[in-house]
């Protein structure tokens, strides 16, 4: 006997329209997505391609994604769990390592459509604004897809962002959003954003740890001084692992060979003739019991 | 008051959304593409208040003349009067289907021609022009028992329902 009446009738679920899978999922904005996909009519079958940003609790996924009717078409990935091959094995979700797989995933993109050697991009970052200068050949242009995150000044979509733009990707942006953005003299400190891109935060977060609260320091820094990283040595680290970067961005293969059967991430449909035998168990097992209890009573 | 003949009037199921299908407008809509001479359908898509045609052209099927960056320009036929105008309007992409109504000529098209191609390989000549279903074959009728039926001799008592 419920205490209150019920609220949700048979008449609630009968006319209740579930939204699509992907917002039950809370994973895309549809409303982002209808305009980021949106290609002019008349420029009929020209692929319009997005510069994917999304973090996880312990990686950077930068993709340049295009759609099709069939599904999305994943044309370059990079991760931050690549950049050990560079030489960077802490903080890889921090702005800086956001830099790196952004830059990643540009000089891939370039090399892949041979316009690497064309559009260097910025070598020697900086932290100012940098769009890249067409040359003979337009620049790969590719558009900001954040996702479901807060676009704040200092988002470290903003710092993949910068590294796509130093790479040589040519996306349209402003730069209000970079860290180091001030509101009120509205201009970008160039050398607030640097530090950002050298994990310069961190490494000043490290120094005021050492000083005030050495025990917390070795906690909570103990992969970075487990590998001989202090707070001065961030820096240098970072300019080496650009210049890997640059050096050789091409994707490396897993060495796991492709598994024979597809993994299904769903149970199997079952056909008409197994659901009807065991509808048919499930009736004989019913009767033998009601036979049974007859029996017994 | 007056019935009133406003540009959307007389149009309120023919734009609702359907049951359940309300909302936003899955992606494939905005990711067709239209060459000019394709066969569209118009069907108004209620969510979608720009580029809308009128309720005239709901339901109905013409040709594409022109490809605007979010619009197609769609020709067909209208009676005014006593004669049929050729009407070119704009519609957003929202708003229009491509058309299956060419779909069973273009199959049928691909398969003659392969079978066209087939029988010239072999060295004979096939015709490959659809036939009209003829009248049903002639059958014997199976198990069939003969039962004369005759009329009986009237019969008062028989008709009379109740007392008599």
Known sequence: MAFAKAQKTRAYFKRFQVKYKRRRDGKTDYRARIRLINQDKNKYNTPKYRFVVRFTNKDVVAQIISSTIAGDNVMAAAYSHELPRYGLEVGLTNYAAAYCTGLLLARRVLKMLEMDQEYEGNVEATGEDYSVEPTDRRPFRALLDVGLVRTTTGNRVFGALKGALDGGLDIPHSEKRFAGFSKDSKQLDAEVHRKYLYAGHVANYMRILQEDEPEKYQTHFSEYLKRGIGPDEVDELYKKVHAAIRADPTAKKTGKPAPKEQKRHNPKRLTYDVRRNKLIDRLKALNSAADEDEDDE | ?164
């Open chain 2, 1 to 164: 008051m007056p019935a009133g003949h406003g540009l959307r009037s007389r149009t309120r199921d023919s734009f609702s959304r359907p049951f359940r299908k309300r909302g936003y407008i899955p992606l494939t809509t905005y990711l067709r593409t239209f060459k000019v001479g394709d066969y569209v359908d118009v069907k108004v898509n209620g969510a979608v208040h720009k580029g809308m045609p009128h309720k005239f052209y709901h339901g109905r099927t013409g040709r594409v003349w022109n490809v605007t960056k979010r619009a197609v320009g769609v020709e067909m036929n209208k009676q005014v009067g006593g004669r049929i105008i050729r009407k070119r309007i704009h519609v957003r992409i929202e708003h229009v289907i491509p058309s299956r109504c060419t779909e069973e000529l273009r199959l049928r098209k691909k398969k003659n021609d392969e079978l066209k191609a087939a029988a010239k390989a072999r060295g004979e000549v096939i015709s490959t022009k659809r036939q009209p279903e003829g009248p049903k074959p002639g059958f014997m009728v199976e198990g069939a028992t003969l039962e004369t039926v005759t009329p009986i001799p009237y019969d008062v008592t028989n008709d009379l329902k109740g007392g008599y």
